[in-house]
């Protein structure tokens, strides 16, 4: 089984709800990602997803991910050099998501 | 790589979703064992998990048997060849800019060489990538 952690922090009266993902996240357990972004977003038009912490993900995250931002303003963490970085790259979220590249 | 004589990597597995963390389990292993550095082998681990994911979501539609998924890996002499074949019958989707079908486009910028083969017994993703020694 795919193994990952979602951790939410709601959002209070002047934060960001955020997601911190860790581990692997494939098709296995991306629907938990979904709902840990749906239930930390809710009601809030703006979600920080952080995935320094994860150890691989794929298009099945990258889905997820565009699905949210359709409708959420989304801000993303991830490491600064690693496949991570290539995958926003090449698939475009990048483009209508903020990426925050940690060193 | 360090030692081209490593013995190839072969993973058979149901094509489901399930079946993913296995075989990443197994290829970071054979990576490990084949001295690839972390970097490349965090970028080989993307491409056969796309390719592998694309046959565990799809290589069961319209399939009457329980498909089975293959990856493989071999040291060549200037790198290492990889494969992902399933026996489904599935046809790849085709490459869109909306936000299905990053699969192929994301294995293309992480290896040297991409080939697909599409027929009624099966699909496979052959990659090669060359390694510095």
Same mark, same amino acid.
């Given at each position: ?6 951790r ?24 938990d ?29 990258? $889905? ?11 801000t ?18 990048? $483009? ?8 | ?6 013995? *190839? ?13 296995? &075989? ?26 796309e390719? *592998? ?9 319209? *399939?009457a ?6 990856v ?6 200037? !790198? &290492?060849?990889?494969?992902v ?17 990053? !699969? ?9 060489? &991409?080939?697909?083969? *599409? ?15």
């Open positions: 089984m795919t193994d990952a952690q979602f939410v922090t709601l959002a209070s009266d002047d934060t960001t709800p955020v997601v911190v993902a860790s581990g692997d996240i494939d098709l296995a357990n991306v629907a990602f979904s709902d840990a972004m749906a239930k930390a977003a809710n009601g809030s038009t703006a979600l920080t997803v952080d995935l320094t912490e994860v150890n691989y993900c794929d298009s099945a995250a990258v $889905r997820a991910l565009f699905a949210v931002a359709a409708t959420t303003e989304l993303m963490i991830v490491a600064a050099t690693g496949p991570i970085k290539t995958l926003l790259g090449i698939s475009g979220l990048d $483009r209508v998501a903020a990426v925050v590249t940690m060193e | 790589m360090d030692d081209s004589t490593v013995p *190839a990597l072969c993973v058979r597995v149901p094509a489901e979703p399930a079946s993913l963390a296995i &075989v990443r389990a197994q290829l970071r292993q054979w990576f490990q064992s084949a001295g690839i550095a972390p970097d490349t082998a965090a970028d080989l681990l993307l491409a056969v998990g390719a *592998a994911s694309n046959a565990a979501e799809h290589a069961h539609d319209g *399939a048997h329980n498909v089975e998924l293959t493989t890996a071999a040291a060549t002499g200037d !790198g &290492v060849r990889l494969a074949c399933d026996d489904g019958c599935w046809k790849p989707p085709p490459e869109s800019p909306g936000n299905r079908g990053h !699969g192929l486009r994301v294995i293309a910028a992480l290896v040297d060489t &991409v080939h697909l083969s *599409a027929t009624r017994n099966g699909t496979t993703v052959e990659m090669t990538k060359e390694l510095t020694r």
